[in-house]
């Protein structure tokens, strides 16, 4: 196990108990609203916190121990910290905040440059390296900053809220990136995130946090499909159809075709769609920008006050409906169903993936 | 005609301040201005340079120069550390230390002066041992007046660099540790560069006061030049013998304070004209 974290941590007007586990290599993705304990998780794990009980070990070593009043420093942990805000240093040059960590460790000047400038490159980023911070995009800043919490080559990532505060355009490189990244040298990595297709795109797992609390946690598919309460339901409900644009038109790898809004630019994309933006219907619905599509029910998931139907057919869907409404449709398992969508509901950005 | 110009000047019309502001403003000005004016008027010119280059003076500013520099790494060195722990560290009875180090900036620096004696002086609570064991009398000898003025010239340090060390982004700092920095190398790479501003400031303000210092100074170290006679003290010595000398040393001790301020607010102190500026 890479990360074992059973905690708790106190704070006047808030406790944070969670237990997080994250096996060698695999991304788990932390989901919560702001003020669940995402970002307090992030510091414990990175040292920033001392917790009030419980343990945290990082590949199988005790970092911090409440009761066995254990704690590791943080510049002893070998964890990459990617901040939220970044947090670069204003008074170095690009080049000399990815060297920071190599010269903290002791490693010669010249050295520790050599090796920024080849993470630079690897983010292409090599023409900025004689420039300060204050210079750079969002999009690059958080380059820099994931190129800086990588350049020591730690055993652990932490990556917080990689994408907020990005526009869609940088959203989409930093989801390349970190893809990339994966694919090239697989880090345990945490990634906290309230963005759904941060986790879509680069999670194995999930864990939700409210209030402090782990409120459900699995493979991102499983809970999409069973939210355990009103907020995961609106978090993780998207379903994703990745493909080519043109025209208004995406078209997916089956061939599969979806009408998205007249002023989608072209390219290959990912649409996204939320349950309750689907409606279902016993026949063929009529109307112009809409999508429509014979369905099979092939998932229920009732609770009082919402159904989820997991849907296959030309395209994967969830839909959500009140209960009074899966009944008058008399909706059951394997039924075979309209599903239709406007194409002013379909959410559609750049896809990166390499 | 110049848009760009004619645009700014239109703008600059929109926020004048009222009437009656720039006329207070204007008396206050004035208010400071006029001594100096005063200075350069009764200043004898013709005997200037001979008055400036009599021994007394040469040794006064010389001695003024080095005591105070000598204040002013003191301060750094002893007031960075204790703006940090003041700044930082939460620990009882925090706020009757910091009152405590900060005394004498309100105090009357003879008072000052007295204090000093009692602690410091030959039969002090710290001078006594001091000189029975090592030999060492800090008290009217030139150790006394860096000793004063570092006592007088101090808190002006530690206040500027506490409320920047207070006021300062502390994620960085967090940022550095989990890149390994040790908790002294993440102070001396990150924390220090971001503080340099007031840093810099501070020390400024503790250099002038230094420079300028006199109750504490000739109530604990005398006033024997060449030793203990730093340039306020020669500037009041001479007013009773010598007028024209006292002048002279003034608007020396004037023109070195003028210029330093002058010279460091744009660069480093982050400046009036940056604050003020139309962007």
Not at chain 1, 25 to 30: D, I, P, R, T
Not at chain 1, 86 to 91: A, E, H, P, T, V
Not at chain 2, 143 to 148: F, K, M, P, Q, T
Request: with cysteine; charged share 20%.
């Amino acid at each position: 196990m890479s990360i074992d974290a059973h905690f708790t941590i106190q704070r006047s007007n808030f406790e944070l108990r969670v237990e997080v586990e994250v096996e060698e290599g695999e991304v788990l993705a932390v989901l919560g609203p702001n003020g669940s304990g995402k970002s307090t998780l992030l510091q414990v794990l990175a040292g920033l916190e001392p917790i009030d009980a419980g343990t945290i070990s990082l590949n199988g070593v005790v970092v911090d121990d409440a009761e066995r009043a254990v704690f590791v420093m943080p510049e002893l942990r070998h964890v990459g910290v990617m901040f939220q805000d970044c947090s670069l240093f204003n008074n170095l040059s690009i080049v000399d905040n990815i060297a920071f960590g190599l010269r903290a460790r002791g490693m010669r000047k010249a050295m520790a440059r050599q090796r920024a400038e080849e993470w630079l490159e690897r983010f292409s980023l090599e023409s900025f390296g004689r420039r300060h911070p204050s210079s750079l995009s969002g999009g690059q800043l958080q380059r820099v900053a994931l190129a800086r919490a990588l350049a020591t080559e730690p055993s652990v990532l932490l990556l917080d809220e990689p994408t907020s505060a990005l526009d869609v355009r940088a959203k989409a490189e930093i989801r390349r990136d970190l893809l990339r990244l994966r694919r090239e040298r697989p880090v345990t990595t945490l990634l906290i995130t309230h963005d759904p297709l941060d986790a879509f795109a680069l999670a194995d797992r999930v864990v939700v946090l409210e209030e402090g609390r782990v409120v459900q946690s699995g493979a991102l598919d499983d809970v999409a499909a069973h939210p355990q309460s009103r907020h995961i339901a609106d978090m993780v409900g998207l379903s994703l159809v990745r493909g080519e644009v043109a025209e208004g038109v995406l078209t997916d790898s089956s061939g599969a075709q979806l009408i998205v809004p007249a002023d989608t630019p072209p390219g290959r994309s990912v649409a996204s769609i939320r349950p309750a933006s689907v409606s279902l219907h016993r026949t063929q619905p009529e109307g112009s920008a809409r999508n429509s599509w014979l369905m099979t029910v092939a998932d229920l998931d009732r609770h009082p006050e919402r159904v989820r139907a997991r849907l296959t057919g030309p395209v994967p869907l969830l839909a959500e409906l009140t209960p009074a409404g899966a009944d008058s449709l008399g909706l059951v398992l394997g039924d075979s169903i309209w599903a239709s969508v406007k194409a002013s509901e379909v959410t559609v950005s750049p896809d990166l993936a390499p | 005609m110049n848009n760009q110009a004619r645009g700014r000047r239109r703008s600059a019309a929109l926020r004048r301040p009222p009437i009656a502001i720039l006329v207070i403003a204007a008396i206050a000005v004035a208010f400071f201005a006029l001594p100096f004016l005063g200075l350069l008027w009764r200043v004898p010119w013709s005997d200037a340079w001979s008055l400036l280059t009599t021994p007394t003076s040469l040794t006064a500013l010389r001695l003024s120069i080095e005591t105070s520099l000598w204040a002013t790494a003191l301060s750094i060195v002893f007031g960075v550390p204790l703006a940090w722990v003041l700044a930082r560290h939460g620990f009882p009875g925090r706020r009757i230390v910091r009152a405590l180090c900060l005394l004498s900036l309100v105090l009357p620096p003879v008072v000052g002066g007295v204090a000093l004696f009692t602690a410091y002086g030959r039969r002090g609570l710290l001078g006594d041992p001091l000189f029975e064991t090592f030999g060492i009398r800090l008290p009217f000898s030139m150790a006394g007046v860096v000793l004063a003025q570092t006592f007088i010239a101090m808190p002006f340090l530690v206040l500027t660099v506490e409320a920047a060390l207070r006021g300062l982004d502390r994620r960085p700092e967090d940022a550095a540790r989990t890149l390994g920095a040790s908790r002294w190398y993440a102070f001396r790479r990150v924390t220090l560069p971001a503080i340099r501003p007031a840093l810099i400031a501070g020390a400024v303000l503790a250099w002038a006061r230094a420079l300028g210092e006199f109750g504490a100074t000739i109530t604990f170290a005398g006033n024997f030049p060449g030793r203990t006679q730093t340039m306020p003290l020669a500037v009041y010595l001479a007013l009773e013998s010598n007028p024209g000398q006292a002048l002279v040393l003034s608007v020396v001790m004037i023109a070195i304070s003028f210029g330093v301020l002058l010279s460091l607010r744009d660069r480093w102190l982050g400046g009036a004209d940056s604050i003020g500026a139309d962007r």
